[in-house]
Protein backbone atom coordinates (compact mmCIF):
# COMPACT_ATOMS: atom_id res chain seq x y z
CA UNK A 1 0.00 0.00 0.00
CA UNK A 2 3.09 2.34 1.02
CA UNK A 3 4.64 1.66 -2.37
CA UNK A 4 1.28 2.58 -4.65
CA UNK A 5 1.03 6.14 -2.75
CA UNK A 6 4.81 6.48 -3.20
CA UNK A 7 4.48 5.80 -6.90
CA UNK A 8 1.36 7.98 -6.81
CA UNK A 9 2.81 11.16 -5.44
CA UNK A 10 6.07 10.45 -7.38
CA UNK A 11 3.35 10.46 -11.04
CA UNK A 12 1.85 13.83 -9.51
CA UNK A 13 4.80 15.60 -8.97
CA UNK A 14 6.02 14.87 -12.51
CA UNK A 15 2.73 15.83 -14.03
CA UNK A 16 3.08 19.19 -11.91
CA UNK A 17 6.86 19.81 -13.13
CA UNK A 18 5.33 19.42 -16.74
CA UNK A 19 2.85 22.19 -15.40
CA UNK A 20 -0.53 19.82 -16.56
CA UNK A 21 -1.69 19.46 -12.70
CA UNK A 22 -1.89 22.10 -9.98
CA UNK A 23 -1.82 22.08 -6.32
CA UNK A 24 -1.26 18.93 -4.05
CA UNK A 25 -2.80 15.59 -4.63
CA UNK A 26 -6.21 14.91 -3.18
CA UNK A 27 -5.51 12.38 0.04
CA UNK A 28 -7.41 9.18 -0.34
CA UNK A 29 -8.81 7.49 2.13
CA UNK A 30 -8.55 3.59 1.78
CA UNK A 31 -10.69 0.91 3.77
CA UNK A 32 -8.56 -1.85 5.03
CA UNK A 33 -9.12 -5.03 3.30
CA UNK A 34 -10.45 -6.76 7.15
CA UNK A 35 -12.65 -3.88 7.21
CA UNK A 36 -14.21 -4.61 3.64
CA UNK A 37 -14.18 -8.63 4.05
CA UNK A 38 -16.16 -7.63 7.37
CA UNK A 39 -18.60 -5.25 5.73
CA UNK A 40 -19.30 -7.20 3.10
CA UNK A 41 -20.22 -9.75 5.61
CA UNK A 42 -22.45 -8.27 7.29
CA UNK A 43 -23.92 -7.31 3.86
CA UNK A 44 -24.29 -10.75 2.96
CA UNK A 45 -25.59 -12.27 6.50
CA UNK A 46 -28.05 -9.17 6.03
CA UNK A 47 -29.30 -10.36 3.41
CA UNK A 48 -29.84 -13.95 4.15
CA UNK A 49 -31.75 -12.70 6.94
CA UNK A 50 -33.91 -10.33 5.02
CA UNK A 51 -34.98 -13.20 2.49
CA UNK A 52 -35.57 -16.10 4.69
CA UNK A 53 -37.99 -13.92 5.98
CA UNK A 54 -39.19 -12.55 3.17
CA UNK A 55 -39.16 -14.82 0.93
CA UNK A 56 -40.59 -17.39 3.07
CA UNK A 57 -43.55 -15.81 3.18
CA UNK A 58 -43.70 -15.09 -0.27
CA UNK A 59 -43.59 -18.95 -1.46
CA UNK A 60 -46.14 -19.40 1.62
CA UNK A 61 -48.63 -17.42 0.55
CA UNK A 62 -48.22 -17.31 -3.25
CA UNK A 63 -46.35 -20.71 -3.98
CA UNK A 64 -49.23 -21.66 -6.43
CA UNK A 65 -49.21 -18.26 -8.49
CA UNK A 66 -46.20 -17.86 -10.78
CA UNK A 67 -46.64 -14.48 -11.88
CA UNK A 68 -47.00 -13.39 -8.56
CA UNK A 69 -43.13 -14.65 -8.11
CA UNK A 70 -41.89 -13.53 -10.65
CA UNK A 71 -43.43 -9.96 -9.93
CA UNK A 72 -41.89 -10.23 -6.12
CA UNK A 73 -38.75 -10.62 -8.00
CA UNK A 74 -38.95 -7.46 -10.27
CA UNK A 75 -39.29 -6.17 -7.12
CA UNK A 76 -36.09 -7.02 -5.12
CA UNK A 77 -34.32 -5.99 -8.39
CA UNK A 78 -35.86 -2.57 -8.09
CA UNK A 79 -34.93 -2.06 -4.17
CA UNK A 80 -31.98 -3.57 -5.13
CA UNK A 81 -31.02 -0.85 -7.84
CA UNK A 82 -32.51 1.72 -5.16
CA UNK A 83 -29.69 0.47 -2.63
CA UNK A 84 -27.15 0.74 -5.26
CA UNK A 85 -28.04 4.40 -5.70
CA UNK A 86 -27.58 5.36 -1.74
CA UNK A 87 -24.35 3.07 -0.99
CA UNK A 88 -22.23 6.01 -0.78
CA UNK A 89 -23.22 6.69 2.41
CA UNK A 90 -20.11 6.31 4.79
CA UNK A 91 -17.14 4.02 4.79
CA UNK A 92 -17.74 0.61 5.02
CA UNK A 93 -21.60 1.05 5.34
CA UNK A 94 -21.49 1.39 1.52
CA UNK A 95 -19.87 -2.03 1.19
CA UNK A 96 -21.86 -3.35 3.23
CA UNK A 97 -25.28 -1.59 1.64
CA UNK A 98 -24.06 -2.80 -1.92
CA UNK A 99 -23.54 -6.92 -0.77
CA UNK A 100 -26.79 -6.40 0.54
CA UNK A 101 -27.76 -5.00 -2.49
CA UNK A 102 -25.72 -7.62 -4.49
CA UNK A 103 -27.56 -10.34 -2.76
CA UNK A 104 -31.17 -9.21 -3.05
CA UNK A 105 -30.91 -8.58 -6.76
CA UNK A 106 -29.43 -12.25 -7.38
CA UNK A 107 -32.77 -13.71 -5.45
CA UNK A 108 -34.85 -11.23 -7.20
CA UNK A 109 -33.24 -12.55 -10.47
CA UNK A 110 -34.23 -16.46 -9.42
CA UNK A 111 -37.64 -15.47 -8.62
CA UNK A 112 -38.18 -13.67 -11.67
CA UNK A 113 -36.69 -16.92 -13.46
CA UNK A 114 -38.30 -19.38 -11.90
CA UNK A 115 -41.44 -17.62 -12.00
CA UNK A 116 -42.03 -17.18 -15.77
CA UNK A 117 -40.64 -20.74 -16.42
CA UNK A 118 -43.44 -21.94 -14.18
CA UNK A 119 -45.91 -19.46 -15.93
CA UNK A 120 -44.44 -21.15 -19.46
CA UNK A 121 -45.12 -24.26 -18.42
CA UNK A 122 -42.21 -26.09 -15.45
CA UNK A 123 -39.63 -27.48 -16.95
CA UNK A 124 -40.26 -27.37 -20.92
CA UNK A 125 -39.16 -23.46 -21.35
CA UNK A 126 -35.69 -24.45 -19.83
CA UNK A 127 -35.27 -26.86 -22.81
CA UNK A 128 -35.69 -24.70 -25.05
CA UNK A 129 -33.26 -22.51 -26.76
CA UNK A 130 -35.32 -19.39 -26.91
CA UNK A 131 -35.89 -18.78 -23.04
CA UNK A 132 -31.87 -18.94 -22.82
CA UNK A 133 -31.54 -16.10 -25.40
CA UNK A 134 -34.63 -14.18 -23.35
CA UNK A 135 -32.83 -14.49 -20.12
CA UNK A 136 -29.40 -13.31 -21.68
CA UNK A 137 -31.51 -10.29 -23.09
CA UNK A 138 -33.45 -10.09 -19.46
CA UNK A 139 -29.39 -9.89 -17.57
CA UNK A 140 -28.30 -7.50 -20.25
CA UNK A 141 -31.19 -5.07 -19.81
CA UNK A 142 -30.11 -5.17 -16.00
CA UNK A 143 -26.49 -4.60 -16.73
CA UNK A 144 -27.88 -1.44 -18.95
CA UNK A 145 -30.43 -0.39 -15.86
CA UNK A 146 -28.12 -1.19 -12.82
CA UNK A 147 -25.22 0.72 -12.76
CA UNK A 148 -23.00 -1.11 -10.03
CA UNK A 149 -19.18 -2.50 -11.35
CA UNK A 150 -20.09 -5.71 -9.40
CA UNK A 151 -23.65 -5.74 -10.22
CA UNK A 152 -22.60 -5.23 -13.96
CA UNK A 153 -20.14 -7.96 -13.99
CA UNK A 154 -22.45 -10.92 -13.10
CA UNK A 155 -24.95 -9.75 -15.23
CA UNK A 156 -22.82 -9.73 -18.40
CA UNK A 157 -21.68 -13.78 -17.22
CA UNK A 158 -25.07 -14.35 -16.96
CA UNK A 159 -25.29 -13.00 -20.59
CA UNK A 160 -22.56 -15.00 -21.84
CA UNK A 161 -23.95 -18.13 -19.58
CA UNK A 162 -27.81 -18.06 -21.47
CA UNK A 163 -26.08 -17.87 -25.08
CA UNK A 164 -23.87 -20.65 -24.19
CA UNK A 165 -26.79 -22.93 -23.18
CA UNK A 166 -29.18 -21.60 -25.72
CA UNK A 167 -26.16 -22.30 -28.62
CA UNK A 168 -25.54 -25.93 -26.49
CA UNK A 169 -29.90 -26.63 -27.07
CA UNK A 170 -29.72 -25.54 -30.66
CA UNK A 171 -26.64 -27.58 -31.52
CA UNK A 172 -28.04 -30.62 -29.61
CA UNK A 173 -29.21 -33.26 -32.17
CA UNK A 174 -29.92 -36.04 -30.10
CA UNK A 175 -30.21 -36.75 -26.58
CA UNK A 176 -27.49 -39.71 -26.84
CA UNK A 177 -24.82 -37.38 -27.66
CA UNK A 178 -25.76 -34.41 -25.67
CA UNK A 179 -22.64 -34.12 -23.81
CA UNK A 180 -20.11 -34.38 -26.98
CA UNK A 181 -21.86 -30.84 -28.34
CA UNK A 182 -20.66 -28.82 -24.74
CA UNK A 183 -17.16 -28.11 -26.04
CA UNK A 184 -18.63 -27.92 -29.54
CA UNK A 185 -20.61 -25.21 -28.64
CA UNK A 186 -18.35 -23.33 -25.93
CA UNK A 187 -16.06 -24.08 -29.03
CA UNK A 188 -17.97 -21.72 -31.01
CA UNK A 189 -18.18 -19.25 -28.08
CA UNK A 190 -14.84 -18.96 -26.70
CA UNK A 191 -13.05 -17.53 -30.29
CA UNK A 192 -16.26 -14.90 -30.56
CA UNK A 193 -15.74 -13.69 -27.28
CA UNK A 194 -11.94 -13.09 -28.00
CA UNK A 195 -12.43 -10.36 -30.60
CA UNK A 196 -14.12 -8.64 -28.18
CA UNK A 197 -12.07 -8.57 -25.41
CA UNK A 198 -9.48 -7.49 -28.17
CA UNK A 199 -11.65 -4.96 -29.28
CA UNK A 200 -12.23 -2.83 -25.93
CA UNK A 201 -8.61 -3.11 -25.18
CA UNK A 202 -7.12 -1.56 -28.59
CA UNK A 203 -10.34 1.01 -28.35
CA UNK A 204 -9.82 1.62 -24.83
CA UNK A 205 -8.35 5.43 -25.15
CA UNK A 206 -11.14 5.95 -27.38
CA UNK A 207 -13.89 5.32 -25.32
CA UNK A 208 -12.10 7.06 -22.43
CA UNK A 209 -12.00 9.93 -24.04
CA UNK A 210 -15.66 9.80 -24.86
CA UNK A 211 -16.74 8.76 -21.35
CA UNK A 212 -17.80 5.33 -22.09
CA UNK A 213 -15.09 3.27 -20.73
CA UNK A 214 -17.09 2.51 -17.30
CA UNK A 215 -19.84 1.50 -19.11
CA UNK A 216 -17.89 -1.29 -21.28
CA UNK A 217 -14.96 -2.19 -18.63
CA UNK A 218 -17.39 -4.58 -16.55
CA UNK A 219 -18.66 -6.42 -19.64
CA UNK A 220 -15.16 -6.79 -21.27
CA UNK A 221 -13.85 -8.47 -17.91
CA UNK A 222 -17.07 -11.17 -17.66
CA UNK A 223 -16.21 -11.90 -21.18
CA UNK A 224 -12.42 -12.51 -21.09
CA UNK A 225 -13.54 -14.47 -18.15
CA UNK A 226 -16.10 -16.72 -20.16
CA UNK A 227 -13.60 -16.66 -23.24
CA UNK A 228 -10.96 -18.38 -20.79
CA UNK A 229 -13.68 -20.45 -19.37
CA UNK A 230 -14.70 -21.92 -22.10
CA UNK A 231 -11.70 -22.44 -23.70
CA UNK A 232 -10.61 -24.18 -21.32
CA UNK A 233 -13.61 -26.40 -21.05
CA UNK A 234 -12.97 -27.43 -24.13
CA UNK A 235 -8.88 -28.28 -23.93
CA UNK A 236 -10.03 -30.68 -20.76
CA UNK A 237 -13.23 -32.42 -23.01
CA UNK A 238 -12.36 -32.14 -26.93
CA UNK A 239 -10.77 -34.54 -29.04
CA UNK A 240 -8.75 -32.88 -31.60
CA UNK A 241 -8.65 -35.66 -33.96
CA UNK A 242 -12.20 -36.72 -33.48
CA UNK A 243 -12.99 -35.21 -37.04
CA UNK A 244 -11.08 -38.41 -38.37
CA UNK A 245 -13.63 -40.84 -37.23
CA UNK A 246 -15.92 -41.37 -39.58
CA UNK A 247 -18.75 -43.92 -37.87
CA UNK A 248 -22.04 -43.21 -38.31
CA UNK A 249 -22.86 -43.52 -34.01
CA UNK A 250 -20.17 -39.67 -34.73
CA UNK A 251 -22.75 -35.96 -35.00
CA UNK A 252 -21.17 -34.30 -37.31
CA UNK A 253 -20.88 -31.48 -34.86
CA UNK A 254 -18.82 -33.53 -32.85
CA UNK A 255 -15.66 -33.37 -35.77
CA UNK A 256 -13.08 -30.99 -35.82
CA UNK A 257 -12.41 -30.20 -32.96
CA UNK A 258 -9.36 -28.28 -33.73
CA UNK A 259 -11.30 -25.82 -35.43
CA UNK A 260 -11.69 -23.53 -32.04
CA UNK A 261 -8.03 -23.60 -31.60
CA UNK A 262 -7.70 -22.55 -35.08
CA UNK A 263 -10.25 -19.31 -34.66
CA UNK A 264 -8.67 -18.42 -31.24
CA UNK A 265 -5.21 -18.50 -33.30
CA UNK A 266 -6.60 -16.28 -35.76
CA UNK A 267 -7.41 -13.29 -32.97
CA UNK A 268 -4.23 -14.04 -31.73
CA UNK A 269 -2.65 -13.29 -34.95
CA UNK A 270 -4.38 -10.20 -35.63
CA UNK A 271 -3.70 -8.52 -32.25
CA UNK A 272 0.36 -9.46 -33.02
CA UNK A 273 -0.49 -8.10 -36.48
CA UNK A 274 -2.05 -4.36 -34.38
CA UNK A 275 0.85 -4.50 -32.05
CA UNK A 276 3.43 -4.65 -34.90
CA UNK A 277 1.93 -1.43 -36.67
CA UNK A 278 1.40 0.50 -33.32
CA UNK A 279 5.08 -0.82 -32.50
CA UNK A 280 6.04 0.44 -35.98
CA UNK A 281 8.23 -2.56 -36.75
CA UNK A 282 9.73 -2.86 -39.80
CA UNK A 283 8.29 -5.19 -42.44
CA UNK A 284 11.07 -8.45 -41.85
CA UNK A 285 9.88 -8.32 -38.23
CA UNK A 286 6.43 -7.96 -38.96
CA UNK A 287 6.34 -10.63 -40.99
CA UNK A 288 8.93 -13.31 -38.57
CA UNK A 289 6.37 -12.15 -35.49
CA UNK A 290 3.22 -13.08 -37.48
CA UNK A 291 4.74 -16.75 -39.05
CA UNK A 292 5.93 -17.60 -34.86
CA UNK A 293 2.47 -16.43 -34.16
CA UNK A 294 0.44 -18.75 -36.25
CA UNK A 295 2.93 -21.34 -36.03
CA UNK A 296 2.57 -21.43 -32.15
CA UNK A 297 -1.05 -21.19 -33.07
CA UNK A 298 -1.08 -24.23 -35.34
CA UNK A 299 0.70 -26.00 -32.51
CA UNK A 300 -1.44 -25.42 -29.79
CA UNK A 301 -4.76 -26.02 -31.60
CA UNK A 302 -5.62 -28.90 -29.34
CA UNK A 303 -5.38 -26.55 -26.49
CA UNK A 304 -6.96 -23.65 -27.24
CA UNK A 305 -6.70 -22.42 -23.59
CA UNK A 306 -3.60 -21.84 -24.41
CA UNK A 307 -4.15 -19.81 -27.12
CA UNK A 308 -6.98 -17.92 -25.63
CA UNK A 309 -4.08 -17.30 -22.39
CA UNK A 310 -1.34 -16.21 -24.73
CA UNK A 311 -4.05 -13.58 -26.22
CA UNK A 312 -4.95 -12.65 -22.43
CA UNK A 313 -1.92 -12.45 -21.79
CA UNK A 314 -0.85 -9.67 -24.48
CA UNK A 315 -4.14 -7.49 -23.97
CA UNK A 316 -3.21 -7.51 -20.05
CA UNK A 317 0.32 -6.10 -20.95
CA UNK A 318 -1.03 -3.85 -23.83
CA UNK A 319 -3.64 -2.28 -20.75
CA UNK A 320 -1.24 -3.23 -18.15
CA UNK A 321 -3.45 -4.73 -16.12
CA UNK A 322 -2.65 -7.19 -13.25
CA UNK A 323 -6.15 -8.62 -13.17
CA UNK A 324 -6.14 -9.76 -16.77
CA UNK A 325 -2.78 -10.87 -16.17
CA UNK A 326 -3.31 -13.09 -13.36
CA UNK A 327 -6.10 -14.64 -15.54
CA UNK A 328 -4.14 -15.10 -18.92
CA UNK A 329 -1.04 -16.73 -16.89
CA UNK A 330 -3.64 -18.88 -15.19
CA UNK A 331 -5.26 -20.01 -18.72
CA UNK A 332 -1.89 -21.06 -19.65
CA UNK A 333 -0.63 -23.18 -17.08
CA UNK A 334 -3.93 -24.62 -16.52
CA UNK A 335 -4.21 -25.47 -20.51
CA UNK A 336 -0.60 -26.58 -20.55
CA UNK A 337 -2.03 -28.96 -17.92
CA UNK A 338 -4.92 -30.21 -19.15
CA UNK A 339 -3.63 -31.07 -22.44
CA UNK A 340 -0.40 -32.89 -21.03
CA UNK A 341 -2.78 -35.14 -18.86
CA UNK A 342 -5.36 -35.78 -21.74
CA UNK A 343 -5.53 -39.20 -23.44
CA UNK A 344 -6.43 -37.95 -27.01
CA UNK A 345 -2.46 -37.91 -27.61
CA UNK A 346 0.49 -40.14 -27.13
CA UNK A 347 3.36 -38.46 -24.95
CA UNK A 348 5.63 -37.89 -27.78
CA UNK A 349 2.71 -36.10 -29.72
CA UNK A 350 2.31 -33.81 -26.91
CA UNK A 351 5.85 -33.49 -25.87
CA UNK A 352 6.88 -32.68 -29.60
CA UNK A 353 4.19 -29.84 -30.12
CA UNK A 354 5.36 -28.22 -26.50
CA UNK A 355 8.60 -27.88 -27.33
CA UNK A 356 8.08 -26.45 -30.71
CA UNK A 357 5.93 -23.88 -29.16
CA UNK A 358 8.73 -23.16 -26.64
CA UNK A 359 11.47 -22.87 -28.95
CA UNK A 360 8.95 -20.55 -31.15
CA UNK A 361 8.06 -18.12 -28.60
CA UNK A 362 12.15 -17.59 -27.74
CA UNK A 363 12.61 -17.35 -30.88
CA UNK A 364 10.26 -14.57 -31.34
CA UNK A 365 11.16 -12.94 -28.25
CA UNK A 366 14.80 -12.95 -29.54
CA UNK A 367 13.62 -11.45 -32.61
CA UNK A 368 12.15 -8.39 -30.64
CA UNK A 369 14.72 -7.86 -28.60
CA UNK A 370 16.72 -6.83 -31.73
CA UNK A 371 14.37 -5.20 -33.35
CA UNK A 372 12.41 -2.86 -30.92
CA UNK A 373 14.32 -1.33 -27.82
CA UNK A 374 14.19 -3.18 -24.25
CA UNK A 375 12.35 -1.14 -22.58
CA UNK A 376 8.86 -2.02 -25.61
CA UNK A 377 9.04 -5.69 -25.22
CA UNK A 378 7.22 -7.26 -22.66
Known amino acids: MTQAIQTEQALWRELAARG ?33 FFLGAVFVAVRENAGAIAVTGLAMIVLAAVLYRRGGAGIGAGIALGQFALAVSLSGQGMVVYGVAEWL ?33 LAALGVWIGLAVAVHIALTASERHTWLVVPWSLGWLAPAACPLA ?31 GAALVVTGASHPLAWLQLQESVPLFARARWLPGLLVGVV ?57 LGLGIAAIAIGFIWYYSSLHWTLLAKSITLAAAGVILIALRQCLVHAVPAKEVA
Open 20 to 52: EVQGEPIARVRTPWAVRALMGAAGWLGALFFQM
Open 121 to 153: GGGRPIETAAFWICLAVFEAALYALVQNRLHRF
Open 198 to 228: AWFTTAEERLCAAGRHGGFEPAMDATLLFAL
Open 268 to 324: LVGFALLECRRLALSLPTVVAVLVGTAAFSVLMAAAPAVGAGALALGLALRRASLPW
